[in-house]
């Protein structure tokens, strides 16, 4: 039962330590990607907004 507990608590630490590396790494290669389009991509923000 104990046990039990605990592999689910670690579990969902586990899951939400990897869903905030992934969302921060996405975030970095976004910002990546976005510098590297160039003008083209921040002008096509800057419609948008």
Same mark, same amino acid.
């Given at each position: 039962?104990?046990?039990?507990?605990?592999?689910?608590?670690?579990?969902?630490? +586990?899951?939400?330590? +990897? !869903?905030?590396?992934?969302?921060?790494?996405?975030?970095?290669?976004?910002?990546?990607?976005?510098?590297?389009?160039?003008?083209?991509?921040?002008?096509?923000?800057? !419609?948008?907004?």
């Amino acid at each position: 039962m104990w046990s039990w507990l605990l592999a689910l608590a670690m579990e969902d630490w +586990v899951f939400h330590f +990897v !869903k905030l590396f992934f969302s921060r790494a996405r975030f970095d290669f976004g910002r990546a990607a976005s510098s590297m389009m160039g003008d083209s991509q921040s002008n096509i923000c800057l !419609k948008d907004n």
